[in-house]
C-alpha cells in the first residue's frame, strides 16, 4: 500500500503531460495539472470511461474487497466449512497464532529464508548482469541460456532437484566429493534444507538479472570515462556511478525478491510436504506450506485466514522499512517529485 | 555525480595518473592495455560460459535421465548407460498424460486470452477517458500489486465454493475476467503512447467509443497484447498452488500437468508402494518444460521486454 503512492504521483506527470495526454480533449489550455481539478468532466465521456473500467471494478469489489472482509469475518469467527455457518465472533483464532508452536516455527523458517536468500539473489543477478553489460556483443546469447530456467515449472525444477540434491548419490554430492568435499544430506539434514531451497532460487534468478541488465544499460557512458579521467578505478566507479545510478533497480527488486521469499510455496511443498505419508524435517515448514496445510488438509479456514493477515501484516511493516530505508539511499534522476 | 567522484582524497592518485599519461605520452600504453582487454575478456568468456553450463546441467542431466532404465536414473551419466526411449512411449500409458497437457492447455489459453482482452479494455478506460476518481481508482489497481496472495486465497477459495465451481477448471481462469493489476498497467502505459490525434480523428468521423478501442487502439497494441498474453500463458501453465487446491480430488484425469507430476512423484515414491519409476517422472518434467522454452524461442523479445517494464515500475 504504501508504495502505490510515490508510484501514482510518479506516473502522473509522464501520463497527463504526454503529448496528447488525456486533458487535451475538451481543453488543451487545461494541461497544466494544479487546474485539472476545475475540469467538468464530458458526461458521455465519463460514463463510457466507466464502462470500460467497469471489469476491473466488479473484479476489485468481489475478488479483493469482497475477499479481505470475508476473509476478516472469517477469521473473527468460529466458521466451519462443513456446516457453513457462524455461531459467535472471537479473537480465538488470533490469539492461536501465538499458542500454536507451529506458527511461529514456519514463520522463524520464513524469515530465515528470506534473510539469506534475498541479498545472495540480488548479488548473484547484479554479479550476472555486470558480466553480460561488460561483454557487449554475445549478451543476448548468455541472457538467453540464463533465462530458460525461469521458464521451467517449478514442478520441473522439483522433480529434477529432488535427486540433484540426494545426499547419497546426488550430482551435487558427487561433484563436491571429487574437489575432496563430504556433500551435506541437503533433503534430510534439518541445518541443509533450507540452503537446498536458497540453491534452487539462485538458479531461477534470471528474471531479477533482465532487470538489472535493463537498468545499466541507462547508465550514462561518459559518467564511468569522465570518471576514468580523473582516476576511479573500476572498484570505485562500481561504489560510486554503478550502485547509484541502479538503486532504483536494486530497491525494487529487493522489494519484490522479499514479497516472493516470504511467501515461498512450491518448491518447499514439492520437496518436503507434497507426500502427507512420509515426515519431512520441521525446518523445511514454510509458512505458507503451514497455511496451506491448515486451510486445504485440516480445513481449519479461520485459522488459516488470521494466519494470512499475520503475514500481511508482517509483509507490511518490512516493506514500509524497505521503503523508508530504501528512499534515503535511492537515486532519482532528476529529484523526486 | 562527478562531484561525489571527485573526493578530495582522490586528489593525489588523478595527478599521478596524469603525470604518467603525460610522461609516456600515451603511446607505449596502448599496446599493453589492448593485451589486458584481450585477457579481460577471455576470462569474462570463460566465467560466463561457465556459468552457462551451471544454468544448463539441470536440463541435459534432465534429458539423460528420461533417457535411462529405472535402475540407472540415479547414475548421474550425462550419456546413458543404457538407452531406453521406449520410456516416451511407456509414460503414456503410465500416467494420464494426455489429458492432463490437454487441461493444461485449456486453461492457459483461456486464463491468457481472458486476461489480455479484459485488462486492454480496463486500461483503455484508465488511458483515453476522464472521469472522476480516475486516478484515485488507477492508484487503488496500482495498490491492489502490493496485496500477498495468501490474504485472498482462502477468501477466493470460498467465493468459488459458494458458486459452485470447487472441481472444476472454472477457479483457474474465472477472475481473470476481470483483469489483472500489472497487466492494467502495462497496458495503459502503452496505450499512452499512441497518438492522441488518432482518436480524435476517429471520433470526428462518428466512431463509437468501443470502435476507436477495437479497431484502432487494438490493432496497434499488438506487441503489448502478446506480452500480456505469453506472461500470463506461463504463469497459468506452470501454476501448481492453484490446481492442488481446486483440482486435487476427484479423478485425476482432471488434473493439469503440474498436479499431475506432483502427484506421480509421490505415487511412484517407494514409501508409498511405488516402483521408483522416477524416470518416467523425468519424460513427464522434460514435455511440461518443453513447451515453455518454445515460447519463450518464439516469444523472447516479448519476455524480456514485460521484465524490464517491471522494472521501470519501482
Known sequence: ?337 | MTATIGTPSAGPSVQSQTLSVAETGGRPRAPRRGVRSTAVRLILWVVLVGFALAFLYPFVWLLSASLKPRGEVFDNRLIPQTLVPGNYAEVWEQLPLLSWMGNSLLIALLAAGLVTVSSSIVAFGFAYFRFPFRNALFGLVLATMMLPGAVTLIPTYLIWNQLGFLGTSVPLWGANLFGSAFYIFLQRQFFLGLPRELFEAARVDGASYWRMFWQIAAPLSIPSFIIVFIFEFQASWNNLQAPLIYLNFGSVENFTVPLGISYAMTQFSPTNGGQGDYQLVMVAALLVTLPMLILFAFGQRYFIDGLATQGRKG
Open chain 1, 1 to 337: 500500500m504504501a508504495l502505490s503512492d510515490p508510484a501514482v504521483t510518479g506516473r502522473r506527470d509522464p501520463g497527463d503531460g504526454a503529448p496528447g495526454g488525456p486533458s487535451a480533449r475538451t481543453a488543451p489550455a487545461l494541461r497544466p495539472e494544479p487546474r485539472r481539478r476545475k475540469v467538468k468532466y464530458n458526461r458521455r465521456e465519463a460514463i463510457a470511461g466507466f464502462l470500460f473500467i467497469g471489469p476491473w471494478v466488479i473484479g476489485f469489489l468481489v475478488f479483493t474487497l469482497g475477499a479481505m472482509i470475508y476473509s476478516l469475518v472469517i477469521s473473527l469467527s468460529d466458521y466451519q466449512l462443513a456446516t457453513d455457518l457462524i455461531t459467535r465472533f472471537s479473537f480465538d483464532n488470533y490469539a492461536r497464532l501465538f499458542s500454536e508452536p507451529k506458527v511461529m516455527v514456519s514463520l522463524s523458517n520464513t524469515l530465515f529464508f528470506a534473510v539469506m536468500a534475498v541479498p545472495l539473489e540480488i548479488a548473484f543477478a547484479l554479479g550476472l548482469a555486470l558480466l553480460l553489460n561488460r561483454l557487449g556483443r554475445g549478451a543476448g546469447f548468455f541472457r538467453v541460456l540464463y533465462y530458460l530456467p525461469k521458464m521451467t515449472p517449478s514442478v520441473a525444477t522439483a522433480a529434477v532437484f529432488l535427486l540433484l540434491l540426494n545426499g547419497n548419490f546426488g550430482a551435487i554430492n558427487r561433484g563436491l566429493a571429487l574437489i575432496g568435499i563430504q556433500g551435506p544430506q541437503w533433503l534430510t539434514d534439518p541445518a541443509w534444507v533450507k540452503p537446498s531451497i536458497v540453491l534452487m532460487t539462485l538458479w531461477t534468478v534470471s528474471g531479477t538479472m533482465i532487470i538489472f541488465l535493463a537498468a545499466l544499460k541507462n547508465v550514462p557512458r561518459d559518467l564511468y570515462e569522465v570518471s576514468s579521467l580523473d582516476g576511479a578505478g573500476p572498484v570505485r566507479q562500481f561504489f560510486h556511478i554503478t550502485v547509484p545510478m541502479i538503486s532504483g533497480a536494486i530497491f525494487f527488486n529487493m522489494l519484490v525478491l522479499t514479497i516472493a521469499a516470504l511467501q515461498v510455496f512450491d518448491q518447499a511443498f514439492l520437496l518436503f510436504w507434497r507426500d502427507q505419508t512420509s515426515a519431512a524435517p520441521e525446518s523445511s515448514l514454510f509458512y505458507a506450506v503451514y497455511l496451506f496445510q491448515q486451510a486445504f488438509r485440516q480445513f481449519n479456514f479461520g485459522f488459516a485466514a488470521a494466519m494470512a493477515w499475520l503475514l500481511f501484516a508482517i509483509i507490511a511493516v518490512i516493506t514500509l522499512i524497505q521503503v523508508r530505508f530504501g528512499n534515503r539511499f535511492v537515486y532519482y534522476e532528476g529529484g523526486r517529485d
